[in-house]
């Protein structure tokens, strides 16, 4: 059993169940329907907000007892999704296949950040969309949650480098307050992005 499955082995939703508040906010300015992947999901506050607005929505996680609360708050608030179990890590990403891809507060690696970056590059169709609130390399003395290794967050460079080309909707880096369960809470550095494939 990993980190994550024991993490949410409770029925306590460890992050709460309501949406990501940057998510929450900029979601309807950008199209209600089509396909939409939430990577690195949890358990399910963002993915069943997504299908609250009309889209088509998959939820990809490394932990099954994540995907179980997702399914159970689905099916709580009367919405559809689909799971898979993924590892990042050894993730397939078809060609021009989603409208959509969510990354809240997803951290890895930065090897395997880079292939997940690349990867969500490729999927997402052409005048589709990238949308990403995640923690900044600046976090770690702010004491509010995310991980503990510089290696796990984010920078701007990276970001704007791997979508290059795309057209920016939204970028911003600095401070923000987030509640979101037990374990995001208070004053946090972040970065929040929204790019379009041309």
């Known amino acids: ?11 306590e939703y460890v992050y709460g169940t309501e949406p990501n508040v940057f998510l929450e906010s900029i979601q309807p300015t950008l ?13 399910g506050r963002n993915a069943v907000f997504l299908a609250e607005q009309g889209l088509t929505v ?23 999704i689909q799971t898979r179990l993924v590892d990042l890590a050894d993730a397939t990403w078809e060609s021009d296949k989603w409208d959509e891809v969510v990354c809240i507060f997803g951290h890895f690696p930065s090897e395997t950040r880079k292939k997940t970056l690349q990867g969500i590059r490729k999927s997402v ?46 970028f911003f880096m600095g401070e923000v307050t987030r509640n979101e369960g037990n374990l995001h809470k208070g004053l946090s ?6 790019f379009q494939k041309k």
């Open 125 to 170: 169709k052409p005048g589709g969309y990238f949308v990403s609130e995640v923690y900044s390399e600046y976090q770690i003395p702010y004491q509010s949650g995310g991980p503990k290794e510089v290696d796990f967050l984010y920078t701007p460079e990276e970001l704007l480098t791997e979508f290059k080309g795309w057209r920016m909707v939204h």
């Open 31 to 43: 199209p209600r329907h089509g396909n939409s992947l939430s990577i690195a999901e949890g358990e």
């Open 58 to 80: 998959e939820a990809w996680d490394y932990a099954q007892n994540g995907l179980d609360k997702v399914d159970k708050l689905a099916r709580d608030r009367g919405v559809q």
């Open 1 to 11: 059993m990993n980190t994550w499955d024991k993490r949410f082995g409770d029925e």
């Open 189 to 194: 550095h972040v970065i929040q992005c929204v």
